[in-house]
């Protein structure tokens, strides 16, 4: 089993930036990618950015590329998300999940552990 737990939530204005942190735990060395998504009231969740643990090639919903930035510290198998010009359609619960796959598609099913999920309120 992995555990993942999401922090660095919260409420910002527009324009401004959070950076999230999703700490995994367990069985890490089972899993090849990270990724974040998010999930509005209302709406279905949606991918919003992947990296690999080996590699660290990153992956990017269109409507993040450019103002959010994924990264990782294998030392701390840790993940975060770095998000710049936030806009009040970022708000939502911004979830991290793990990938046994090598390949995962860009969708929650393609992921086999998530976290808690941590709030992100942006106001215009």
């Known amino acids: 089993q992995v555990q993942l737990v999401e922090s660095g939530g919260g409420l910002v204005q527009a324009g401004g930036s959070l950076r999230l942190s999703c700490a995994a735990s367990?069985?890490?060395?089972?899993?090849?990618?990270m990724a974040w998504f998010r999930q509005a009231p209302g709406k279905e969740r949606e991918f919003v950015a992947a990296?690999?643990?080996?590699?660290?090639?990153?992956y990017y919903a269109d409507s993040v590329k450019g103002r959010f930035t994924i990264s990782r510290d294998n030392a701390k198998n840790t993940v975060y998300l770095q998000m710049n010009s936030l806009k009040p359609e970022d708000t939502a619960v911004y979830y991290c999940a793990a990938s046994r796959s090598k390949w995962p598609r860009n969708e929650p099913t393609s992921y086999d552990y998530w976290g808690q999920g941590t709030q992100v309120t942006v106001s215009s």
């Open positions: 367990g069985r890490t060395f089972s899993t090849y990618v």
């Open positions: 990296i690999r643990w080996s590699g660290g090639n990153t």
